[in-house]
């Protein structure tokens, strides 16, 4: 019986241990507390050798940081304005590096920037790239493996909205590399944006909140004022040259007498026609009638008629 005992007992404290080493196992590790707590509905935090805790975003594996927003002028620089939640965050804090193939991943830093990018500048392209953490490296862009790294746009498109709608993943031939000749790493200017894509780039005013996150303040900026593109107002038309024919003198509607037509000079003159003047009939109107006495004197002093001589008949041959 007492073995029994001691048989049901050592049953007893197996099964107990086994209870414990089970409740042990699932015991959940402590979390350490998340320095941007905005972050954690949109993405999870990892460990990566040489980075440490990263931030993962959930996203499709061919998404790209800097595509989803617009590139706008402000009195801070050329700012990103994303349309991510989180955008505010990322893309003015810290780096970002891919990590194999889990992708791209974000490197926490404290120091605020309108725009934490590379920059590639031409005179028809512009491009851009995350800024990487210390010991990463990235390849130029147009190199082997660059369009996964680099954002390049036609100069003309830069400022729109949805710029990633424009992006060029091949290289013109003459097209010269980032860092060499032809190529500028630092950001465009606004005045050559203008003249290249015909739009007027307005500078717009920037205002600055603190955000308390966990046990950090950071900023954020907001943008206002009016849209940055804005069309550019056609120049007025040139003046015509000087003519040496001054133009006529405009005079008021009062006084305004319609100009007599130049008549064209016919090719031979046209024949002299000499209008005779014609006189108006002359009115006859009948003299008087005077009663004539009849003269007497030359009827009485007038000679007889003499009879004219008569021929004498001729005398017949002999």
Same mark, same amino acid.
């Given at each position: 019986?007492?073995?029994? /005992?001691?048989?049901?007992?050592?049953?007893?404290?197996?099964?107990?241990?086994?209870?414990?080493?089970?409740? %042990?196992?699932?015991?959940?590790?402590?979390?350490?507390?998340?320095?941007?707590?905005? /972050?954690?509905?949109?993405?999870?935090?990892?460990?990566?050798?040489?980075?440490?805790?990263?931030?993962? *975003?959930?996203?499709?594996?061919?998404?790209?940081?800097?595509?989803?927003?617009?590139?706008?002028?402000?009195?801070?620089?050329?700012?990103?304005?994303?349309? +991510?939640?989180?955008?505010?965050?990322?893309?003015?804090?810290?780096?970002?590096?891919?990590?194999?193939?889990?992708?791209?991943?974000?490197?926490?830093?404290?120091?605020?920037?309108?725009?934490?990018?590379?920059?590639?500048?031409?005179?028809?392209?512009?491009?851009?790239?995350?800024?990487?953490?210390?010991? =990463?490296?990235?390849?130029?862009?147009?190199?082997?493996?660059?369009?996964?790294?680099?954002?390049?746009? *036609?100069?003309?498109?830069?400022?729109?909205?949805?710029?990633?709608?424009?992006?060029?993943?091949?290289? &013109?031939?003459? /097209?010269?590399?980032?860092?060499?000749?032809?190529?500028? +790493?630092?950001?465009?200017?606004?005045?050559?944006?203008?003249?290249?894509?015909?739009?007027?780039?307005?500078?717009?005013?920037? $205002?600055?909140?603190?955000?308390?996150?966990?046990?950090?303040?950071? %900023?954020?900026?907001?943008?206002?004022?009016?849209?940055?593109?804005?069309?550019?107002?056609?120049? *007025?038309?040139?003046?015509?040259? =000087?003519?040496?024919?001054?133009?006529?003198?405009?005079?008021?509607?009062?006084?305004?007498?319609?100009?007599?037509?130049?008549?064209?000079?016919?090719?031979?003159?046209?024949?002299?026609?000499?209008? #005779?003047?014609?006189?108006?009939?002359?009115?006859?109107?009948?003299?008087?009638?005077?009663?004539?006495? #009849?003269?007497?004197?030359?009827?009485?002093?007038? #000679?007889?008629?003499? &009879?004219? #001589?008569?021929?004498?008949?001729? $005398?017949?041959?002999?």
């Amino acid at each position: 019986m007492k073995n029994l /005992l001691v048989h049901f007992s050592l049953v007893a404290v197996l099964f107990a241990g086994c209870g414990a080493g089970d409740v %042990t196992t699932h015991t959940p590790t402590p979390q350490v507390q998340d320095p941007f707590p905005v /972050l954690s509905g949109y993405g999870n935090w990892i460990e990566v050798p040489g980075y440490g805790r990263v931030w993962q *975003p959930a996203v499709p594996g061919d998404w790209s940081p800097f595509v989803d927003g617009q590139w706008v002028w402000t009195d801070r620089g050329w700012v990103w304005d994303s349309d +991510e939640p989180y955008g505010w965050v990322v893309y003015h804090y810290g780096s970002w590096t891919r990590f194999g193939a889990d992708g791209w991943v974000w490197v926490p830093g404290y120091e605020w920037s309108p725009a934490r990018v590379r920059w590639y500048v031409t005179d028809h392209y512009v491009g851009w790239a995350p800024l990487p953490p210390p010991r =990463a490296e990235f390849p130029d862009a147009f190199e082997s493996g660059g369009d996964r790294y680099w954002v390049v746009v *036609p100069a003309d498109h830069f400022v729109q909205p949805g710029v990633s709608r424009f992006r060029t993943r091949t290289a &013109p031939p003459a /097209l010269p590399m980032a860092g060499r000749t032809g190529s500028r +790493e630092k950001p465009p200017d606004p005045r050559e944006i203008e003249r290249t894509a015909n739009q007027q780039v307005r500078e717009r005013r920037t $205002e600055k909140e603190n955000v308390v996150h966990g046990q950090r303040t950071l %900023t954020r900026i907001h943008i206002t004022g009016d849209n940055v593109v804005q069309p550019v107002q056609a120049a *007025p038309p040139l003046p015509a040259p =000087a003519t040496t024919e001054q133009p006529a003198p405009v005079l008021p509607a009062a006084a305004a007498r319609p100009a007599p037509a130049k008549p064209t000079p016919p090719s031979t003159p046209p024949p002299r026609v000499i209008e #005779k003047k014609r006189t108006p009939p002359a009115v006859l109107h009948p003299a008087p009638r005077r009663e004539t006495q #009849k003269d007497t004197t030359r009827s009485a002093t007038k #000679k007889p008629a003499v &009879p004219a #001589k008569a021929k004498a008949p001729k $005398e017949p041959e002999k």
